[in-house]
């Protein structure tokens, strides 16, 4: 049940993150859709669906903290929380730069604690949160050209684990779901012949939708799932059995 909870969603603009954002409106809750830097698709989708929008960088904290601070104000104490912002800056790792290995980083796994942190102590204090990260299949198996990609989306995995921990006492729930390939900007991105011979290996035969995540994070976010926390959800057309 949702009751009127109020969900914020990063990266909840595009791509799967739009598919959660509808989803958890659909279910009743009161969306806030964080984005980083396309105000078009950003306001496409406000106008579309109604959700309010707030623009701010999940890799930078000070700017995390206002935006929390500005959607709790507005919007309402925040009790589900979907990190799932995130980019790649692809590159076999002999020729990597220290740019495009700290910008994944940044956005795909400092988010973690930036978007976290400065609303935590809330759900703390109201003994209720939801807590749901998205990793990514390539994170549990790593994939060549990936290794700043790789160690971010494993290093969310550890991180869910460890606040699984220390949060549940408090009602508060934290996982992860390890997407396979799904078809969005970031995929249809991937040169056609290799995208072609990524689903090759896909033994469902196709690339997922995003709506197939945003099933998940409904029912991670729902109160009575109160019992599933640390756990790692693999929805990836078996392409990668954990
Ligand atoms: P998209 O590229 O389609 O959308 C990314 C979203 O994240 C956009 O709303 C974008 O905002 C936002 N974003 C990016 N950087 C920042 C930032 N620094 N601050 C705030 N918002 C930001 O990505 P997907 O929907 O494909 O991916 C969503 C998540 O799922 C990512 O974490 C990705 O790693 C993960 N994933 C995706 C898979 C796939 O196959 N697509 C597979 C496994 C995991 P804006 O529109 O302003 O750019």
Not at 127 to 154: D, E, P
Request: charged share 20%; proline share 2%.
């Amino acid at each position: 049940m949702a009751s009127g909870r109020v969900a914020l969603v990063t990266g909840g603009t595009r791509g799967i993150g739009a598919a959660i954002s509808k989803g958890l409106q659909a279910k009743g809750y009161k969306v806030a859709a964080n984005y980083g830097g396309n105000d078009e698709a950003a306001n496409a989708f406000k106008a579309e669906t109604g959700i309010p929008v707030f623009k701010f960088d999940v890799g930078d904290y000070a700017a995390c903290e206002a935006g929390i601070k500005q959607i709790e104000s507005e919007v309402g104490p925040i009790d589900i929380l979907v990190n799932n912002a995130g980019i790649t800056r692809d590159g076999a790792f002999h020729k990597m730069t220290f740019e495009k290995w700290q910008a994944v980083i940044k956005t795909n796994l400092d988010s973690m604690f930036t978007c976290t942190r400065p609303l935590i102590e809330g759900m703390r204090s109201r003994n209720f949160g939801r807590i749901i990260l998205i990793s990514s299949i390539n994170g549990q198996k790593g994939q060549a050209g990936q290794t700043n990609y790789s160690a971010a989306k494993a290093g969310v995995i550890g991180f869910a684990k460890a606040l699984a921990q220390e949060s549940a006492s408090k009602g508060i729930t934290v996982n992860v779901i390890a997407p396979g390939y799904i078809a969005t900007d970031m995929v249809m991105a991937v040169p056609e012949d290799i995208r072609n011979k990524i689903i090759s290996t896909i033994p469902v035969g196709r690339l997922g939708e995003a709506e197939e995540i945003a099933r998940a994070v409904e029912y991670l976010a729902d109160d009575s799932s109160g019992f599933i926390t640390g756990s790692t959800l693999t929805i990836n057309g078996a392409q990668y059995i954990t």
